[in-house]
């Protein structure tokens, strides 16, 4: 969308550009419980009119005026957007689909998943309105870690709920996990994988735990009770590139793998710098290198978008110039397996990029990371940019 400036007076929405948007993210933010690593915005759903709020974030989407759409990839994220109850989901994902403009068969279309809230009759809802990919949260195969991660799933639930979406015939399945948690040992990691890959996920995706603001994770680590070690890191690292090797699936970004051909589109054209739109309290996005975020607050979010506003003011506002365009590329395109094009870098950079380390100079100018550079992909960014 056409961002605001809050002192103009001008609201997203006034005037229309050319920009052609490709990528739609929807943002759903409720939980039943709050886990204490994530940072995302989110709340437990309460007295919150579920009925209203997806009138909500369809009347948002119908009054975007950011840019022509032509959309490729759609992401439900959260929160848990399976939380969303099947009647629900049923009487509103088609009005959805009209307002979206989905042309099925052509979009990659990506729901998050927690174990403990899909059932065979949401999974045949998700599937039939034109889901083709989940992302399963297990995080972890072994009740300790799920439990200092405050999830409110078991190892049981979790294998019910890859039954359930396997069976419903999605074109390809992913399985979250993360690693570096507090009290988790090797061993357990090892495990993790290798039950994860005996199921044959099409995607894995494989997150190194960070202590993020505004979280009950960091508030501990501030206090000194848990801490980072990045040798520890490493280790768990290496064990996920190993195995995912192993069974035949391509590393195609520092945290995410898959079978070739199954990875994800919408996190592609993140990567990649593409322009995307977000919808729902909370929600990010990124047209013509003008960035907003969605107000974090629900009911007001329903009020604004439900009162017959033609425009919903965003929270924040900010002009991507040259060089914060030029930063962020390198920081998220160096990370995948296509690298980076040098015409990025700093010209001081591009002189001394191989001072950095664990780079590697590609045919056609990209700097693509070495095996021995991914375990330190955020420094060596920070060096190119230096």
């Known amino acids: 969308m056409a961002g605001a400036d809050p002192g103009s007076g001008r609201v997203r929405g006034a005037e229309r550009n050319e920009t052609m948007i490709r990528h739609l993210y929807v943002h759903i933010p409720f939980c039943h419980r709050i886990c204490p690593y994530c940072s995302f915005y989110k709340h437990e759903p309460g007295s919150t009119d579920t009925a209203a709020f997806l009138r909500a974030l369809t009347a948002e989407l119908e009054a975007d005026r950011s840019g022509e759409r032509a959309i490729e990839t ?4 959260g929160g848990t957007p399976t939380l969303i109850s099947a009647g629900h989901l049923e009487r509103w994902l088609p009005e959805f689909v009209r307002v979206a403009g989905i042309d099925r068969g052509l979009v990659e279309w990506t729901v998050e998943v927690n174990p ?6 949401k999974a045949a809802v998700l599937r039939d309105a034109g889901v083709t990919r989940v992302s399963l949260g297990v995080q972890s195969w072994d009740a300790e870690v799920l439990a200092t991660l ?23 399945v992913n399985v979250d996990l993360m690693f570096s ?13 290798d039950r994860t890959l005996a199921f044959g996920p099409d995607h894995v995706s494989a997150y190194n735990l960070t202590y993020e603001e505004d979280t009950a994770f960091f508030e501990r680590f501030q206090r000194g009770e848990y801490g980072r070690d990045e040798v520890v890191d490493e280790a768990y690292f290496r064990e ?18 898959a079978r070739p051909g199954y990875e994800s589109r ?11 739109l977000g919808i729902g309290p909370g929600a990010v996005s990124t047209v013509a290198r003008r960035r907003w975020k969605n107000l974090e607050n629900t009911v007001l979010y329903m009020e604004r978008a439900l009162g017959g506003m033609t425009v919903l003011q965003p929270a924040t506002v900010e002009e991507l110039d040259e ?25 001081l950079a591009r002189a001394e990029e191989t001072t950095a380390g664990g780079l590697t100079r590609e045919e056609g100018g990209r700097l693509v990371l070495t095996e021995r550079g991914k375990y330190v992909a955020d420094s060596v960014a920070a060096h190119l940019w230096a």
């Open 74 to 77: 759609v992401y439900f994220g």
């Open 116 to 121: 403990r809230t899909i059932t065979e009759r």
């Open 150 to 172: 405050g999830r409110d799933h078991s190892p049981a639930e979790a294998e019910e709920a890859w039954r359930v979406l396997r069976g419903a015939g999605f074109e390809a």
């Open 181 to 193: 948690v507090p009290g988790q040992t090797i061993e357990s990691w090892r495990e993790t994988l």
């Open 240 to 257: 996920v590139m190993e195995r995912t090797a192993a069974a035949g699936m391509v590393h195609y970004e520092i945290s995410n793998y």
């Open 266 to 276: 919408h996190n592609q054209g993140y990567w990649a710098g593409a322009d995307y």
């Open 323 to 347: 060089s914060a365009w030029g930063c962020e590329r390198i920081a998220l395109e160096l990370r995948t397996a296509r690298g980076v094009d040098c015409g990025y870098l700093p010209e």
